[in-house]
């Protein structure tokens, strides 16, 4: 026997048919010999429609009062859910985020879990009852209700199985796992069986939306081992005790699971982010200080600079400074340096909004050379030029034409061998 929590998302929440399919498939869990706690979302678009009213209702809303509208769409899942898995015959009930409770800091709309009770919720879950709690929902220590920030039923869950000291958290979504890269882009993408918990974090950070970043820190801290898995399955489909579909694990783990199966793999995946932008900044004055006059301003207003590069001209005292920012943050970054010109000291500002960035990952690269080697000589050998570099010790990626993402993820993928035949 293990206790399993179990995690579906707004697609398969949405309407009667699928939140008894869902209930269905706890119920098989449950009868494999399993305790089981089921994480749900708000059904898909209702947690937009319950922010638009937030909106409509006050341009510059109470994120507290925001916190009570938008926490309800969980509230309505996790009740309908129960009655589903007690209308065919089992014992189930609801634990809102107040009732367990799921204790937050007082951050509303962008809330962190601090602790879970749980004494009372395994007492229910030993004696054979289903247990259904909203994700997304917390409570504050003076008792308001908060939420996680958007996407946040993954972290409720990776959250409730570490408190609970769950053997597994399985994440039911609209995908199967996790694949080498967007299956969209590259047909031959493969399904990953495994990848670690820093993979991901590089992966999601990327672009890759499987699962709320958040989770995955907190997956990692606390070591849940994280299914992700299709909901959209047959009664005949293998059982989510075989892992049918990618476990997110340790390191020491994936050595041990690979030694068993020879997966391993010097990459692990590729991913694209288009939502980033490019900044130079010409002419700036070689001398300390003055990058620290450019990065201070943007810190301040807490935008996230991802890739820097400086160059120092040959022979002047000046150097340019290129940098990256979310695309998102691009008008803001401008007007932010535009107010600083006088004690950044700069000639011009050059703003490119259409590149991307490509980034290639894997824990394999720690030991081994070359692999950024060979990205740049097959990006060379398509005509592909890149703008900027940046490296961790997992990771390489690269800044690129927006127009060109899609040809250099297909042919990095095939470079490092990622292609199914
Ligand atoms: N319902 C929330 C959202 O749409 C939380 C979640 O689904 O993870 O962001
Ligand atoms: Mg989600």
């Known amino acids: 026997m293990a206790r399993i929590v179990m995690k579906f998302g707004g697609t398969s929440m949405a309407g009667t048919e699928r939140i008894r399919r869902v209930a269905q498939i706890v119920r098989r869990q449950q009868a494999a010999g399993h305790e089981v706690a089921v994480v749900v ?10 922010v638009n009213f937030c909106r409509e209702a006050h341009a510059l809303y109470d994120p507290a009062e925001y916190d009570v509208v938008v926490a309800a769409g969980e509230q309505i ?5 129960a009655l589903h898995l007690q209308a065919l015959g089992s014992k189930a009930r609801s634990w809102l985020g107040w009732q367990l409770p799921v204790r937050t800091d007082d951050a509303h709309a962008k809330a962190r879990i601090e602790t879970i009770d749980s004494p009372a919720l395994l007492a229910s879950m030993a004696a054979g009852e289903i247990a259904v709690i909203p994700g997304f929902q917390g409570l504050t220590a003076d008792e308001r209700i908060t939420t996680l920030g958007r996407g946040g039923s993954d972290t409720s869950a990776v959250a409730v199985a570490a408190a609970i000291k769950a053997d597994r958290c399985d994440i039911y979504t609209d995908v199967d796992g996790v694949y080498t890269t967007d299956p969209r882009i590259v047909a031959k993408a493969r399904k ?20 709320q970043t958040r989770s995955v820190s907190l997956a990692m801290k606390e070591g849940v081992r994280v299914q992700v898995l299709s909901s959209f399955i047959d009664d005949d489909a293998p059982a989510a005790d075989t892992l049918p579909g990618t476990m997110i694990v340790s390191e020491e783990e994936l050595a041990e699971l690979e030694g068993l199966d020879m997966e391993s793999q010097l990459i692990t995946g590729i991913a694209a982010d288009k939502n980033e932008a490019k900044v130079t900044l010409t002419r700036i004055a070689d001398r300390p200080g003055a990058v620290a006059a450019i990065f201070g301003p943007l810190a301040g207003a807490n935008i996230n600079v991802d890739m820097i590069i400086q160059n120092i001209a040959k022979d002047l005292p000046e150097t340019d400074v290129t940098f990256t920012v979310p695309a998102a943050d ?39 050379a070359g692999v950024a080697a060979t990205m740049f000589k097959t990006l060379a050998d398509r005509g592909i030029n890149i703008q900027a570099i940046s490296t961790s010790e997992i990771k390489v990626s690269v800044l690129i ?21």
Do not use: F, P
């Open 77 to 81: 899942t996790s009740g309908l859910l």
């Open 192 to 211: 990953l069986k495994h990848v670690t918990y820093e993979e991901m974090l590089e992966l999601a950070s990327v672009g890759s939306k499987v699962l």
């Open 401 to 421: 034409d927006e127009d060109e993402t899609e040809l250099a993820v297909r042919v990095l993928h095939t470079a490092y061998g990622l292609d199914t035949n």
């Open 41 to 50: 979302s708000a059904m898909s678009g209702e947690t937009d429609r319950l």
């Open 330 to 368: 691009l008008a803001r970054v401008q007007a932010l340096l535009a107010a600083h010109k006088d004690s950044i000291g700069y000639a011009q500002i050059i703003a490119n909004g259409k590149v991307s960035k490509i980034s290639v990952v894997g824990v394999g690269m720690r030991s081994h």
